[in-house]
Each structure stands twice: as C-alpha cells, then as structure tokens.
C-alpha cells in the first residue's frame, strides 16, 4: 500500500480520515503533533497554517508515496496556492472532506483543488464512507 501523508488546515478532516481509514471507531481527536505510521502520516492544521512550522510538511512528504491536500467541502477559502503540486516530488491528489454536510459545495472544493495542480481527486465523507473505498483502492494498486 502507498504511504499517505495528509496535509491540510485544522478541521479540514485528517484525523477522521485516518481513523476511517485504519477502521478504528470516528472520535474526536485533535492531532498535537506528526502521527507517523506504517501507512498513513497525519499532520497537524498548524502546520499548514503557520509558515515557520510548514518546513516540517516537506520533510515528511519525503516519507510518503503520496500528498493528499484535503480540502472541506465546507469551507469558503483554501490555503494552497494555485500549481503548488509543482514543488513536490511526489504525486499529489486532492480530497474533498464533509461532502455529506448540509453546507457542502463540493464543486467549489473541486475548483480550488484543481487549480493548486491536482488531477486526482477523491471526494469523502468519513461517516457515510462516500468514497473510501476509492482512496483505499487507489493506494493499494
């Protein structure tokens, strides 16, 4: 299986992700710090969202197979620039979060993933499981 390290603000949905994704029971859980594992790197929001702690995003993307940018289909504005794919040596997908939320514009989401470069793209929800089964596909072939 491809190594996945997620990459987004905070509440954008990494951490549900990867609880989905290892099948463990949907909680709660602030990540304070880089959760590293076997198949799946989860990173704070903050180090997305500050610039001096972002470094540590690319260092760590050299660990990974893939970066997958998550984006909410709830939120009104993204934190990754137009083309940044481009300063990556490694394949970048898109994930869309909470399509399952009333206040979801997941064409919005597409829009802005797809001008930041990413071709892939897998639009989510980790409580309905609306496209899990895609990703974990994707990253097993």
Request: proline share 2%; hydrophobic share 35%; aromatic share 8%.
């Amino acid at each position: 299986m491809k190594k996945l390290i997620l990459v987004g603000r905070s509440g954008a949905g990494k951490t549900t992700l990867t609880q989905r994704l290892r099948g463990r029971k949907l909680i709660y859980e602030k990540t304070q710090s880089v959760e590293y594992g076997f198949d799946l790197i989860d990173t704070p929001g903050e180090y997305s969202e500050t610039k001096h702690l972002s470094h540590a995003i690319s260092l760590y993307a050299y660990e990974a197979d893939v970066v997958g940018l998550l984006l909410s289909a709830t939120e009104d504005l993204c934190l990754f620039p137009p083309n940044i794919t481009t300063m990556v040596n490694r394949e970048v997908i898109g994930i869309i979060t909470k399509i399952d939320d009333e206040n979801a514009n997941v064409e919005y989401a597409e829009m802005r993933l797809r001008l930041t470069g990413c071709d892939k793209i897998f639009k989510i929800s980790s409580y309905t499981n609306e496209g899990i089964d895609e990703l974990i596909k994707y990253l097993s072939e």
